[in-house]
């Protein structure tokens, strides 16, 4: 008898912790002081605070966007303190992404992307600074077509760039890297003169794009040579502009 009183006890107790539990987090209204005895490895089931649980996605995006709006024009030259702030704040995205086969997406991933900030150091179209000129950067992604085009524009001198490539995923396997081969790179003055011939390239030029983030509006990659093994690359924030697109054909 003393051993079915047991069972029976043990049996009310786990149901009774199992319903404070589905209580607790189906409202925070609900939440309450545990007993200082609980043990502190089952008191995170208890909490139910928003507050404890860190920023949503989108209260990440704020933040990001706020603190690329301190960070100068595409990101050139951003402070060290403000560089790692921003990279953290990606990182933090990461684990919120809401995509998470970005390369399988070919509809979300299709389209003309911007620049928004990256901490690639060295001058080039990839950053959007050419010499003493800075100029805008885009994206745009064809990923149907296995196409892609990263686009330099500048207003003064007005001058386009556009370095074309071929796109598909990194690997058989790969859910969230594309690799770029690079083919052909043109400019044009005025955005209709061309200034002389494309220009196609003698050795293989190839860089992988692994998507941390993807929504509906955001982007967000780390980009590499693929003959680099030191870290995951410079971050690349893009946002989605289809209303700035333009003509690129040269």
């Known amino acids: 008898m003393s051993s079915a009183s047991s069972s029976v006890s043990a049996s009310v107790s786990m149901l009774t912790f199992v319903l404070l539990v589905c209580l607790t987090w189906a409202s925070p209204a609900l939440a309450f002081d545990l007993p200082s005895a609980t043990p502190s490895f089952l008191r995170p089931l208890f909490n139910n605070d928003p507050a404890l649980k860190g920023p949503s996605a989108s209260e990440l995006l704020e933040q990001l966007e706020a603190r690329i709006q301190e960070a100068p024009k595409n990101g050139i030259d951003t402070p060290k303190e403000l560089e790692e702030d921003i990279v953290a704040i990606c990182e933090s995205l990461e684990k919120l992404n809401p995509t998470k086969s970005p390369v399988q997406k070919t509809d979300m991933m299709n389209g003309f992307w911007k620049l928004r900030w990256t901490n690639l150091a060295n001058s080039g179209p990839s950053n959007g600074k050419l010499g003493p000129i800075l100029g805008d950067v885009y994206q745009d992604i064809d990923l149907t077509n296995g196409a892609a085009q990263n686009i330099f524009r500048s207003e003064f001198p007005p001058l386009v760039g556009v370095l074309k490539g071929s796109l598909a995923p990194a690997d058989t396997n790969s859910a969230t890297t594309l690799a770029i081969t690079f083919i052909s790179v043109g400019t044009k ?3 209709f ?3 002389g011939p494309q220009q196609t390239f003698d050795t293989v030029q190839i860089r992988k794009w692994e998507h941390v983030y993807l929504d509906d509006d955001y982007r967000i990659f780390f980009a590499k040579n693929p003959d680099t093994t030191a870290s995951r690359g410079y971050v690349y924030v893009t946002k989605r ?10």
């Open 189 to 191: 003055l005025a955005n």
């Open 193 to 195: 003169l061309p200034l």
């Open 241 to 250: 502009a289809e209303e700035e697109r333009f003509d690129t054909n040269i």
